[in-house]
């Protein structure tokens, strides 16, 4: 068996307070607390059924029973109460002490007919129906705990006993919705690895999978029980190679010492993993965390962190994905209750320091360990604490702009039993975890996880293309090493490279929106274009592969700036006679804006043009109006007039020969060629 799921050794490296306070066991408070307790609506017990407590059984709990209460050797108190038992079946106290005794090993199920007869005898203890609610829950009783709690808070005398009440009435009112929450999930045991011993606390690592076992001969007397130690065995996959499957070196596994959780640093150069628990009965009893670094290929002597707390357990080791930080659970005085999730980062001497409680957000009155951040910085632990369906669940918490949520991974990866020591091996697809949970090979097992919702299909969007010159002829020839900028709508810069020698470039971009292309190099035109990836993302259900893209092309050609080169821009239409801009104009105006703005140190020459068929004088003095019209819009929108010339040409510059002599021989088409708005740049340098 093992001590709620944790640390090392299946009992020892458990929070000595895991569920409740030592006060509340056997050995250190020798009378009960007082509650008054109405009689039980389950089980009808009567409210002073205590009164029936005989002498015989008074005098039957002998001195050594409190001795393996007081250290922490459950298993063999079991024994003997359940001798006491077999000649006194419904003695309240030893009822209780069995229950609390199961409830410390882990095994919750067990404790609920033991919980039933003491309070059916009603033995009275403040956090006797608290612990029957959770035992309750291991066996997806949970109406049944609910209505225990229910009843509890009415005559709860400790303020902060109720309040635990009313937060786990609270968490079970949200396992509907966490119901919900089911994923497509192939779980496997690792068949050629669990043993009916106890395998947990996965860490995955080049190919490896390390992990805790308690399959050592030699036993750990104080609590007769093998030691914890750590193994590796190389995978195929998912698969372990069982011919591989070896004990870590005497490095790491002391002998009659407990190892447990291991991780390494992203860069494997460093070696964080748990140790504690001497055998004896004068030992210290706790668990630290002790680190190895490797140079030249060898591992140093292990050595304490800094970082622990010699009077709590210190255990379960991950580092971030950067390995400058490192998350640890521990059940250190200042905590908010049980054991609870802490970090600690390498300050610039390059040591361990900087302990930090992760707050309330992650930790709660009961207890949070097993923490593993993920390669998109989420993190993953197991907690008894919020809302989950018995023992241990396995949770994510994800920090958004400093809100912290927490979720349960949901029905798909736990169950009733201690679900903990979740790490991935290829995220977010699959990885492994531990669990106790029915149909395993004994006490805790290791299990492999293929996540198969189609919502972690993956999908990437791709922008390519090619940058081009524009010539002449209005032809194209491949433009290279040229600076291509990614904007979003607000043309705040999202990215920029440079276009290779062949003139290919590409960014990633995501699906559902807007942005500009703006391509730029010396001697040539700026040039903007807008691109969207609005209404072209694929749907989730459509995706076959894990690993999808999409590519948008989108090739840019850049005009070469060439002095009192004229350029027409189109569509500039004025009424009959009239200089004033109108609204169709202004949209073509407002392009040439763009192309101003775009690039800043060109200065341009606009200048109008008119057909032939009014007087020569007023068709000058058209133009002239026209396009200072053109330049006021212009510069109404924020470009400086000394970049600005207006010019008018009248009809000194038809490009048709339709002349005063042919004015009757052309078509309106023909005349409209020659009504033309332009400009060139008739310098560049200035802005």
């Known amino acids: 068996m093992r001590k709620n799921g944790f640390v090392f050794l299946v009992i020892s490296f458990w929070m000595l307070s895991a569920c409740s306070s030592q006060e509340n066991f056997l050995g250190v408070q020798e009378e009960p607390k007082t509650v008054n307790r109405p009689s039980n609506p389950t089980l009808g017990a009567p409210q002073n059924a205590a009164d029936v407590l005989s002498k015989e059984i008074e005098e039957s709990t002998p001195k050594e029973l409190k001795a393996y209460a007081e250290d922490q050797n459950y298993t063999q108190a079991i024994e003997e109460f359940k001798e006491l038992l077999a000649e006194n079946p419904n003695a309240p106290d030893i009822n209780f002490y069995t229950a609390e005794s199961y409830r410390k090993l882990g095994d919750l199920r067990s404790s609920v007919p033991y919980y039933e007869k003491a309070i059916s005898a009603g033995y009275e203890d403040e956090e006797l129906e608290l612990n029957y609610a959770q035992a309750l829950k291991s066996e997806e009783k949970y109406a049944e705990a609910k209505q225990v709690l229910t009843n509890y808070i009415n005559y709860a005398s400790l303020e902060i006993y109720k309040q635990r009440a009313e937060r786990e009435l609270a968490n079970l009112d949200k396992l509907d919705s966490i119901s919900l929450y089911v994923r497509n999930v192939d779980l496997k045991p690792l068949e050629g690895i669990n043993s009916d011993k106890s395998e947990y606390s996965p860490f ?84 630290d965390l002790y680190f190895a670094t490797k140079r030249n290929g060898e591992w140093s002597n292990p050595q304490p962190m800094p970082i622990n707390n010699p009077t709590a357990w210190d255990t379960s080791p991950a580092f971030n994905q950067a390995g400058t930080t490192i998350y640890f659970a521990s059940d250190r005085p200042g905590g908010y209750g049980g054991s609870d999730i802490y970090r600690a980062t390498i300050n610039a001497r390059g040591r361990w320091a900087d302990v930090t409680n992760m707050g309330p957000q992650i930790n709660t009155a009961e207890d949070e360990v097993f923490p593993y951040v993920s390669p998109d910085n989420k993190l993953y632990f197991a907690s008894s604490g919020h809302a989950g369906f018995g023992m241990l669940d396995l949770f994510v918490a994800e920090n958004s702009g400093g809100v912290v949520t927490v979720k349960n991974l949901g029905p798909s990866f736990n169950s009733s039993s201690d679900d903990f020591g979740l790490v991935y091996s290829d995220f977010p697809f699959e990885g492994f975890y531990t669990s106790n949970r029915p149909g395993g090979s004994g006490g805790d097992d290791l299990y492999s ?185 212009v510069a109404s929108k924020g470009i400086a007039r000394t970049r600005l010339v207006a010019k008018g040409y009248g009809e000194t510059q038809l490009i048709n020969g339709c002349t005063n002599e042919r004015v009757d021989e052309c078509t309106e088409e023909q005349h409209q060629e020659n009504r033309r708005t332009e400009f060139k740049v008739i310098e560049v340098g200035k802005n």
């Open 204 to 287: 995955y690592f080049e190919n490896k999978l390390y992990f805790v076992s308690t399959r050592e001969e030699n036993t750990f007397e104080r609590f007769d029980v093998p030691f914890s130690d750590i193994y590796s065995v190389d995978l195929d996959g998912l698969s372990p190679e069982a011919s591989t499957l070896a004990k870590l070196p005497d490095l790491f596994n002391t002998p009659n010492i407990n190892e447990g959780s291991i991780a390494f640093s992203p860069d494997g150069n460093t070696v964080v993993f748990a140790k504690g628990n001497p055998d004896g009965k004068k030992a210290r009893r706790s668990v």
């Open 449 to 633: 996880f293929v996540d198969n919702t189609p919502d972690l299909k993956k999908i990437t969007y791709v922008l390519k293309g090619t940058t081009y010159k524009l010539e002449e002829d209005s032809s194209q020839t491949i433009l290279g090493e040229v600076r291509v900028k990614l904007l979003d709508a607000s043309e705040q810069l999202v990215d920029d490279v440079l276009s290779s020698r062949g003139g290919s470039y590409s960014f990633p971009v995501d699906p559902e929106k807007d942005y500009f292309l703006v391509a730029e190099k010396e001697d040539f035109f700026t040039t903007r274009k807008i691109f969207s990836t609005v209404g072209e993302g694929i749907p989730q259900e459509e995706l076959i592969e894990r690993f999808n893209e999409k590519v948008f092309n989108e090739d840019v050609a850049l005009e070469p700036i060439i002095l009192e080169k004229a350029i027409v821009i189109p569509n500039i239409y004025y009424d009959l006679d009239r200089a004033e801009i109108r609204s169709d104009a202004a949209l073509e105006l407002d392009k040439l804006v763009q192309l101003l703005k775009d690039n800043p140190t060109i200065h341009i020459e606009l200048s109008s043009h008119t057909d032939a068929r009014a007087p020569d004088e007023y068709n000058l003095t058209l133009s002239q109006r026209r396009a200072q019209a053109a330049v006021d819009y």
